[in-house]
């Protein structure tokens, strides 16, 4: 049985159909992840899960509960990091973590051991008797993370770890979701990252406007279209002179991209790049780079949702700002 069940999941606000009848399944011990842009429904549906929203309609079983009927139960069982810290801004890192270990009954010692184990190993020791409001975001989200992974929980719902942090940090949380990874928690995590996505998941769900368009493991989606290669040309003279030439001698090839100094040319099956190196030649072109360019998990995502990636960067550099 899947430790996360999910089947026909609906979410409503105000006539807003922020989920759209979604299916799918967690299995115990797999980061899966949720990709997608913002707006896409992510965080309606890790609030679903984790019980801070009712679904509309539809049913969530984890454990083999019911989720809807066993909130409580199945909450002392998870841990949950949302996408803004819910820790307190007056009281230490260390109160922090032992206030939020006291919720789920740890024992007073106990609760202080584990609380310094965990700053110690985020980084966070000297900072273990500031105010959390002095915190950098980065370590802000790190403290955040060790609250919800006090009480050693089964599974770890992250909605979007990386966003808006510090690279050191964005790297220090990376390196800690695979070590609970190889310590079995089963992490479900939400991301518009797709480089977080395919670092960290066993399997991944596209998620675009509250529809799951697929759901596969990382290697099955990078072996999509194997047959099928990128080729980077550049020229001294351009990609607006390489993108007219390669038309007219080609008017059905596909040129996925043209920027000022080059072409992205797509080659099906077992297509040579002979044919483009001597037309080139022909013209008198001056080139300066002929390179086959493999597939990756942004090429999988834009040809599946039809979604261009700088819809996902621009979220980004909004969260830099």
Known sequence: MSTIQVQALHKKYNGLHAVRGISFSV?????????????????????????????SSGTITIHGMDALKHTKDIQSRIGVVPDESNLYDDLSGLDNLSFCAS???????????????????????????????????GMKRKLTIAAAIIHEPEILF???????????????IRR?????????????????????AE???????????????ETDT?????????????????????????????KQRWPDVTIRAVSAEGIRVVL????SIMPFLKLF??????????????????????????????????AREAEST
């Open 158 to 172: 992250l909605d979007e770890p990386t966003s808006g942090i510090d690279v050191e940090s964005a790297r220090q």
């Open 281 to 314: 030649e022909s013209c008198g072109f001056d080139l300066l780079e002929a390179r086959i360019i493999h597939q990756s998990l942004e090429d999988v995502f834009v040809s599946i949702t039809g979604i261009d990636i700088d819809r996902l960067e621009k």
């Open 27 to 55: 299995e115990k011990g797999e980061v899966f992840g949720f990709l997608g842009p913002n707006g896409a429904g992510k965080t309606s549906t890790i609030n679903m899960l984790t019980g801070l929203a009712r679904p």
């Open 176 to 196: 800690l979701i695979r070590s609970l990874h190889d310590q079995g928690v089963t992490i479900f995590l939400t991301t518009h990252y797709i480089e977080d």
């Open 268 to 271: 099906e099956h077992e297509t």
């Open 103 to 137: 919720l789920y009954g740890m024992k007073k010692a106990d609760r202080i051991r584990k609380a310094r184990e965990l700053l110690t190993s985020f980084s966070l020791d000297a900072a273990r008797d500031r105010p959390f409001r002095t915190y950098s975001k």
């Open 218 to 246: 990382v290697s099955a989606l990078l072996s999509r279209n194997k047959d099928t290669r990128e080729v980077a040309f550049k020229a001294v003279e351009g990609g607006r002179h390489l993108h007219d030439a390669v």
């Open 199 to 213: 670092r960290l998941c066993d399997r991944i769900a596209f998620i675009v406007e509250g529809v799951i368009v």
